[in-house]
């Protein structure tokens, strides 16, 4: 079952060693997953149990997996229904800010998806960006019309690192799940869910559209600004 669902073992078992390492072997050998590990890690018997506030060690953990579980922890943050209250309060404190990444990507990916060198395009361009987060991060620049314009570039290879992720969430749900009954909402329809909002969040010209959609109703307002898109 592992194999036929997993797109990238290796990502797998980085998630695994993580979540070890962050005092989780408790949840790992609850659903069987502790059989995946090393076998010296195996024997670390003080790594299976339980911490005082396994929320923060959850937390922690999310936070050096990055991108698709740090998402994952800020949706859980708003579902009590889903989650402690404890565990909410804490994922709260996740943050989405990251390091950058290099602008020699940036121009890389601009230039793929316009066609065109970034010097035909663009008066300038900042190669600091003014804001970076797990999926993208945004360039101040100027068209050649003069226009002042902030440009919105996804990170290399989020797309398959994110699909990668989903899957091992799935491998997760459904071992949790193995024995047990959901009253409510199962873990799988959880992860569903959650493909879905990340699904749209990564489409770029989806959210340029609904934007867009926003700057034509209220273009003539005097008191809502809406940026225009250039798709």
């Known amino acids: ?10 990502r797998f078992y980085h998630v695994l060693n993580v979540l070890f390492k962050n005092r989780l072997g408790y949840f790992l050998e609850k659903h069987g ?6 076998f010296h890690k195996k ?13 923060v060690r959850w937390r922690q953990a999310f936070e050096e997996l ?4 740090v998402k994952l922890g800020q949706l859980l943050s708003l579902r009590p229904d889903l989650v402690p209250f404890e565990y909410c309060e804490e994922f709260q404190k996740l943050q989405d800010d990251v390091p950058a990444f290099p602008f020699s990507e940036v ?3 601009v230039e793929k998806e316009l066609k065109k060198p ?3 395009i663009f008066k300038s361009f900042n190669e600091t960006p003014i804001g970076s987060a797990s999926i993208g991060q945004v360039h101040e620049a100027v068209l050649k019309n003069n226009k002042k314009v902030v440009v919105k570039v996804q990170r ?3 797309d398959q690192i994110m699909k990668a992720d989903i899957d091992i969430l799935y491998t997760f749900a459904k071992m949790i799940e193995k024995g047990r009954k959901f009253s409510n909402i199962t873990p799988t329809e959880i992860v569903n869910e959650f493909e879905k ?8 010209v989806l959210e340029g559209r609904s934007i867009g959609q926003f700057y034509q109703n209220f273009e003539n307002s005097k008191t809502i600004k809406i940026p225009k898109v250039y798709l």
Not at 1 to 10: G, Q
Not at 33 to 38: Q, S, T, V
Not at 197 to 204: A, C, F, M, N, R
């Open 33 to 38: 997953l502790h059989i995946y590990l090393p």
């Open 66 to 69: 990055g991108g698709t579980f």
């Open 118 to 120: 970034l010097n035909k």
């Open 43 to 55: 024997l670390m018997r003080h790594k299976f149990i339980a911490p005082s506030k396994p929320e």
């Open 156 to 158: 290399p290879h989020i």
């Open 197 to 204: 909002y990340t699904k749209k969040e990564l489409d770029y």
């Open 107 to 109: 121009k890389k990916i």
């Open 1 to 10: 079952m592992i194999k036929e669902d997993m797109r990238d073992f290796r």
